[in-house]
């Protein structure tokens, strides 16, 4: 009897630990460069041309990260998941900034725990908005650290009076903190993302809210992408780094359509955007409009290339346009290597940048070019 017994608990241990599957991956990307620009500035406001600089750079396709990530099976198709994740500049070993002015953060880019099941995913925390990743799936350039449409979006920050000292910008978001976001599984090719941030401002409910909606379509080589994003108190520190007082008001929207379509090796994008400031108008109304065309000449080497154009519409006289274009050949399933050469030509208080970090001098052009490597593990 006790024999029995003993074997029925060894069984039930043994049959949780096989339902119970789980695992953890640790995962990372080193990405350097050399890089020439013709024109630098000391900051993304500065007027002032420092001349032309030569310079080794993290980020020629994309930031270098590393992170880990994991799952638990609990039954039913439902999965349990985290991420940590941060990025980090590899000439020179030091983090990635946060949301606060002059502040790194070792989980800069996703820190979330979250479960997905067959009806969608659910994470909770700091993470990648999902108008990101619409913006990556309609560029032909996706969202490179070197002339994108993630520059691009960088540009209409610079032009709302964004410093640049910290991740929280005044267009859109790359990242999110404190955010809930719903990512649907597709139908027919379409899915939808749902995001909502609380503030957590004592006695506004809106205020240092964020919510955004991004509707996706994917079949047939065909990538189509409509977003909405709001934001209250969206960037709540001064150009030094002080705090303000939270206000409530909605100072930060952005709508954006892409389309990206692959036939054969050819893929042909265009988008438009506009983004503005609901609360002062006057002080933030841009709009952004780009077209890319790239080829896959084997399955190893692409040539990608992309024209970016920001406008005022309070100040016609302020507008930037960019050319980028650039080669990656991949040597290995982890390791590609890339050159990259960009000119910006920006007028009024436009200071549009090529490479990712590397400010611009307003109302200046510029030229940039840059060669690297990129490995994965």
């Known amino acids: 009897m006790k024999l029995k017994h003993g074997s029925s608990i060894a069984f039930l241990i043994y049959a949780a630990a096989s339902h119970a599957q789980s695992s953890v991956t640790l995962y990372g990307v080193v990405d350097t460069g050399l890089m020439y620009q013709s024109a630098n500035a000391a900051n993304f406001q500065s007027k002032i041309n ?3 600089a030569y310079m080794m750079k993290d980020g020629g396709l994309y930031t270098s990260l590393w992170g880990m990530i994991g799952h638990e099976d609990i039954g039913g198709g439902y999965q349990v998941n985290f991420r940590l994740e941060g990025g980090f500049s590899s000439n020179n070993g030091t983090f990635r900034p946060s949301d606060t002015p002059g502040v790194s953060a070792i989980f800069n880019r996703q820190s979330t725990v979250g479960v997905a099941s067959p009806y969608g995913s659910v994470d909770f925390g700091r993470q990648l908005t999902p108008l990101i990743y619409a913006m990556k799936d309609t560029d032909v350039r996706g969202a490179q650290y070197f002339g994108s449409s993630l520059i691009a979006v960088l540009g209409l920050n610079q032009a709302a009076g964004w ?13 999110d903190s404190n955010a809930i976001v719903y990512r649907s599984p597709k139908f027919y090719g379409a899915s939808l993302a749902l995001e909502y941030a609380p503030g957590g401002v004592p006695g506004q409910f809106q205020g240092g809210t964020r919510e955004s909606a991004v509707l996706q379509y994917s079949d047939y080589g065909l990538n189509l992408a409509a977003v909405y994003y709001n934001g209250h108190d969206t960037n709540p520190f001064g150009p030094t780094g002080q705090a303000a007082p939270s206000t409530g008001l909605n ?6 359509f892409g389309a990206l379509y692959k036939i054969m090796n050819l893929s042909i994008s265009a988008a438009y955007g506009r983004g503005k400031n609901p609360a002062n108008s ?3 109304n841009l709009e952004l409009a780009s077209g890319g065309l790239g080829y896959k000449l084997s399955p190893a080497f692409e040539i990608t290339s992309g024209f970016y154009y920001l406008h005022d519409r309070n100040n016609g006289s302020n507008h930037s346009a960019e050319f980028a274009a650039g080669a990656n050949y991949a040597l290995s399933k982890a390791t590609v290597t890339y050159a990259e050469v960009g000119y910006v030509d920006n007028h009024g ?3 549009q940048i090529i490479g ?19 490995h994965s593990f």
Do not use: D, E, F
């Open 50 to 52: 420092l001349g032309h």
């Open 163 to 175: 410093p640049g000292t910290s991740s929280n910008g005044a267009i859109g978001a790359i990242y």
């Open 356 to 374: 990712y970090g590397s400010p611009v001098p307003k109302g200046r052009s510029s030229t940039a070019a840059m060669i690297g490597i990129r």
């Open 349 to 351: 208080t436009m200071s």
């Open 282 to 284: 006057n002080k933030a």
């Open 251 to 256: 100072n930060n929207q952005l709508y954006y």
